[in-house]
């Protein structure tokens, strides 16, 4: 009897670490990190834990420190001054800066270009992204002007790469950050009220949700282990049952999903997953993800990327890694300006751009433009017919149809100005001082001439009040004199 319950208990401990959702976490529980995820196997954990601990820190051997990585960053952005931004978007809950390397060929500097994010090590127990993400930095800066589409990136996209948003967790060999929370269940919800408490949040999830605030990002992916696919919203349904749930912009989803499959040598092949994608939902359900609010809050088309089976390599596996994913990286940001329908909004009264909406009909999903200069990124499934629509208030909408092909497309807005029943530009906010002088001249042609018309009616009506007040005058003085009689007249002669 021993021998069996010995044997049953080897089973469940075993297969834990094979259950399908310790890639993105399933039900993970915040008092315990790394593989074990499955509320089912938390009696066996802590045997174990210790021992855990000490395989994750041996497997450490061979990527970067924190500091390490802190040197890498800055020395890759001394190394490529011209096309690199180093900057920080906050820190960790021990105080360690969140890292982003900018890349583009005028960094720091806001252009009518979309924007990509990568973001790495959202947990700590999963540090393969982090390391592939500086290989990607460096790559990019050493094939610029020679690579075709290394240069296509840096001139036309403004990527952004956060190689590590959960420095403490790596440092604790835990999936958790410092305060053990999974960074990728404090997002948020779409469909229940957790994680609304903002003071609740963590520091590394308050600087994800700033810096969509103050970044227009067009997509983004996050790199995690564990798996090899690529995940697509919706990741949780509304009744927390597992089956597909599709995003409106369901279409395009598995076409980014499967531009970086296909890329990959291996993910595309999978037995498990149909041509490497996968909808979250369908795979297992979770609530609270930084994947869905990018898409519902930031405008952005984020997708969660499984890039290696094994969480946790061995780091000379890290060169066969990137070998595998680097071209998966590469051609899903180039997807921004390779397709797609691209574009600029402006008032037809002044020319001015306008940050309007942009809706296509079918698809319950708006973006908008942004407020510098107009422009927009929308990112569609190719070979289909759409019609999309440029709206704003105080303005007329405006509609076309399009036929998307392979390549990307460029469809400019121009929109008219709502006249009000008295005349007046509901929406414009043009500005007429100087280099719209001549515009002022035209606009105000007709205001004037009412002026000038008002005027000389003004004119005429008091010369012929000064007639008849002149007239009465006159001939009460006539009678006057009938009634007294002649007079001598006083003039000398």
């Avoid at 899903?332 to 001015?352: E, M, N, Q, Y």
Wanted: net charge neutral; hydrophobic share 40%; proline share 5%.
């Amino acid at each position: 009897m021993k021998l069996i319950l010995s044997l049953l208990f080897l089973s469940l401990r075993f297969t834990s670490f094979f259950h399908p959702a310790a890639a993105r976490g399933g039900e993970w529980t915040p008092s315990i990190s790394g593989f074990m995820v499955d509320n089912n196997a938390i009696r066996g954990r802590h045997l174990f834990q210790e021992n855990h601990f000490q395989k994750l820190d041996n497997l450490a051997h061979g990527y970067m420190t924190n500091s390490d990585l802190e040197n890498a960053i800055k020395a890759f952005g001394n190394r490529c001054p011209s096309i690199s931004r180093i900057y920080s978007i906050g820190k960790s809950v021990k105080g360690v800066p969140l890292w982003v390397m900018e890349i583009s060929d005028n960094p720091g500097k806001e252009e009518a270009e979309p924007a990509f994010k990568f973001i790495g090590n959202v947990h700590g127990d999963e540090p393969v992204g982090r390391e592939l993400l500086l290989l990607l930095a460096n790559w990019l800066c050493d094939n610029y002007g020679k690579d075709p589409l290394a240069t296509l990136i840096v001139n036309n996209v403004h990527l952004h790469i956060l190689p590590s948003m959960n420095p403490d967790g790596f440092l604790l060999r835990q999936r958790g950050n410092a305060n053990n929370i999974d960074l990728n269940r404090d997002f948020p919800d779409q469909f229940f009220s957790i994680n609304d408490d903002v003071g609740a949040r963590q520091p590394e999830t308050k600087a994800i949700m700033s810096w969509l605030k103050e970044i227009h990002f067009t997509a983004s992916a996050s790199l995690h282990g564990g798996a090899l696919v690529a995940n697509y919203p919706w990741d949780g349904t509304q009744d927390r049952r597992k089956y597909y749930y599709a995003c409106p912009d369901d279409k395009t989803f598995k076409f980014l999903a499967s531009v970086y499959s296909r890329s990959h040598h291996n993910m595309s092949l999978s037995e498990e997953f149909q041509g490497g994608i996968t909808n979250g939902a369908s795979w297992y359900p979770i609530y609270g993800g930084m994947q869905d609010w990018n898409y519902i809050h930031g405008g952005c088309f984020e997708l969660t990327l499984e890039i290696s089976d094994n969480k946790w390599p061995t780091a000379n596996e890290l060169p066969t890694l990137w070998e595998l994913n680097k071209m998966s990286m590469l051609n899903l940001v180039a997807v921004l300006v390779k397709t797609g329908v691209h574009g600029r909004i402006f008032s037809s009264d002044c020319g001015r751009p306008l940050p309007a909406s942009i809706a296509v009909e079918r698809i319950n999903y708006t973006i908008k433009a942004t407020e510098a200069f107009a422009d927009y990124h929308r990112l569609l499934a190719p070979g289909e017919r759409y019609d999309m629509v440029a709206k704003m208030p105080g303005y007329k909408s405006k509609s076309t149809s399009i036929l998307l092909a392979e390549e990307a497309m460029t469809v400019d807005f121009i929109l008219d100005p709502v006249i009000t029943p008295m005349g007046s530009l509901l929406g414009s906010g043009c500005d007429f001082s100087r280099d719209n002088k001549s515009r002022l001249q035209l606009v105000e042609y007709f205001p004037r001439l009412h002026l000038e018309i008002s005027l000389t009616l003004v004119v005429v009506i008091l010369v012929f009040l000064c007639f008849l007040l002149r007239r009465r005058a006159i001939l009460n003085y006539l009678k006057h004199r009938e009634s007294v009689g002649p007079k001598r007249s006083n003039v000398a002669v």
